[in-house]
């Protein structure tokens, strides 16, 4: 069997993380490697199963990556996780649908426009003193800022072409931090707690966050396994983000695309394997 690892230009090998499957499938007969999603040259039909793992710019170029994601469907390709459930992901419009639903998602306004004083006239309107602006298609805190303040609104990118949503800040983060819980075939698999760096609201490592693998208890871990059972499709990964207030887990976003799964450890790298062949 031949797997193809989905990766970007910017990382043609995977990141370091994501390499260290590669024996880990080996061990299981399949032979899986490296493979940049906009590389024209690719012939697709060579793999049986393509696994976007490495895919971190699918944010800066979502029109490509969209129309590349409904060339693969229509060739046959199998895809982990599915283009169907890839497509409902990548727009962050999803948090109202499932908050439809019941789930319990932080506080957003979607944007009509983005300009200093509308945005100024959200915030008031809701009483927040202090909100997070962030595109609704984004990765690893593009184009993300935080509003300190109905004054303290920093001078807004040039950047017509995005939507832009407004979230509440949640003081979790900075007191005990955001999780990550982290499913693998839709069953709990492990879970960290991510926190900003000092100076900064932001949890990625690059801004100076700092992550350790802890469990949140069963009473979350549910919790987040029950926001997994709107999505019928098959998922081989999911990473459900979000804060924890009075035993009650409140949802920052659902990663089906290419999210960082933590997997340093053997084990994991094992168990995200096994899940895989599991579901085949």
């Known amino acids: 069997m031949k797997v193809g690892l989905i990766t970007c230009e910017k990382l043609p090998k995977l990141t370091r993380s994501d390499q260290l499957l590669i024996p880990k499938f080996l061990r299981e007969g399949i032979h899986a490697e490296p493979v940049v999603w906009s ?4 012939d697709w039909k060579r793999y049986d199963h393509v696994i976007i793992r490495s895919c971190w710019d699918y944010h800066e170029r979502a029109e490509a990556f969209i129309k590349w994601l409904i060339e693969m469907k229509a060739l046959g390709i199998s895809m982990m996780n599915p283009v169907d459930v890839i497509l409902a992901n ?32 959200k ?20 184009h993300t800022y935080l509003l300190n303040g109905y004054e303290d609104i920093p001078a807004l990118p040039k950047v017509d072409h995005l939507q832009f ?16 819980i982290i499913f693998f075939n839709k069953e709990f698999s492990h879970a960290v707690l991510k926190k900003p760096g000092t100076g900064d609201f932001r949890v990625q490592r690059e801004f100076g966050g700092s992550y350790q693998l802890k469990y949140p208890g069963n009473t979350i871990v549910d919790q987040a396994g029950k926001i997994l059972d709107h999505y019928s499709q098959p998922i081989l990964y999911a990473r459900i983000d979000g804060i924890i207030r009075n035993n009650e887990f409140i949802l920052m976003e659902i990663e089906l695309i290419e999210p960082e799964l933590f997997l340093s450890d053997v084990s994991l790298q094992k168990r995200f394997v096994k899940s895989f062949v599991g579901m085949l």
């Open 165 to 180: 949503m407004l979230q509440e800040f949640q003081n979790e983060i900075e007191q005990e931090g955001e999780w990550s």
């Open 39 to 42: 590389d024209k040259a690719v």
């Open 90 to 121: 990548h727009d962050k419009i999803y948090l109202r649908q499932l908050e439809q639903k019941g789930i319990s998602i932080v506080p957003t306004i979607w944007l009509e426009k983005v300009q200093r004083d509308y945005i100024c006239k």
């Open 123 to 142: 915030l008031e309107e809701r009483g927040w003193k202090k909100a997070v602006l962030k595109p609704v298609i984004s990765a690893s805190a593009f």
